[in-house]
């Protein structure tokens, strides 16, 4: 997914000292590739002076990112969207849970950090291998919502059926968001995140993934 941020923290729940030195490391080198890539393209912006940039050295922003195109990819969106899915009401459909936790998460990252949205997708369609490496991000995003629905319906997350919904469903967004920047990037892309949600709603997520002997 395209977001990059975490829920807030609580007394309970903030990061030890060391974590978020981790994260503060992990954005400061996003910060600095992506106001360096704005500045003078995706090509000519290398590892080193991201490092320079950020601070770090070169062996750090690899740590971190082990090739160049996760510093722009790479988020830590995944485990939010899976705990908002696991607080949605027990009986909605699973349909309405999902359109509620993407369209909010859209919405949230367009509003937070709207310039990196805009650069992200503008890469996603200029450079085959950040869009490469967002299909692979796919995937393993597929897996966790995979998980998500096997609880809510009490199907196997490896069922043809699951598995279909899953990863149509995220592909269906990508190439939405390839679409909005395709058109330069001029409609509301939350309009169109739910627009292709009505479409997909009408073909493929009309697949049964009821509870068992629902």
């Known amino acids: 997914m395209t977001a990059s941020r975490t829920?807030?923290?609580?007394?309970?729940?903030?990061?030890?000292?060391?974590?978020?030195?981790?994260?503060k490391t992990r954005l400061e080198i996003r910060r600095a590739t992506f106001r360096l890539v704005a500045e003078q393209g995706w090509d000519a912006t290398t590892v080193e002076q991201i490092a320079a940039a950020a601070e770090v050295s070169?062996?750090?922003?690899i740590r971190y990112f082990?090739?160049?195109?996760?510093?722009?990819l790479a988020d830590e969106y995944d485990p939010?969207?899976?705990?908002?899915?696991?607080?949605?009401?027990?009986?909605e459909p699973l349909f309405e849970s999902v359109r509620a936790v993407v369209t909010a998460a859209m919405r949230r990252s367009l509003d937070e950090a709207p310039e990196e949205v805009l650069l992200r997708t503008r890469l996603m369609l200029e450079v085959?291998?950040?869009?490469?490496?967002?299909?692979?991000?796919?995937?393993?995003?597929?897996?966790?919502?995979?998980?998500?629905?096997?609880?809510?319906t009490g199907r196997d997350a490896g069922e043809l059926e699951v598995r279909i919904f899953a990863t149509g469903l995220l592909a269906a967004?990508?190439?939405?968001?390839?679409?909005?920047?395709?058109?330069?990037?001029?409609?509301?892309?939350?309009?169109l995140i739910d627009r292709m949600l009505r479409t997909f709603e009408g073909g493929v997520g009309r697949i049964d993934v009821r509870v068992h002997g629902g």
């Open 7 to 23: 829920s807030p923290s609580t007394p309970d729940t903030r990061p030890g000292l060391r974590e978020r030195k981790k994260i």
């Open 58 to 61: 070169p062996s750090t922003v």
């Open 66 to 72: 082990p090739v160049k195109e996760d510093i722009v």
């Open 80 to 91: 939010v969207m899976e705990d908002a899915l696991r607080t949605r009401p027990a009986g």
């Open 128 to 152: 085959p291998a950040v869009r490469a490496r967002m299909v692979e991000n796919v995937n393993v995003t597929s897996r966790m919502l995979c998980r998500v629905i096997a609880e809510r």
């Open 173 to 191: 967004v990508l190439e939405t968001t390839l679409y909005w920047a395709e058109r330069g990037q001029r409609d509301d892309l939350v309009e």
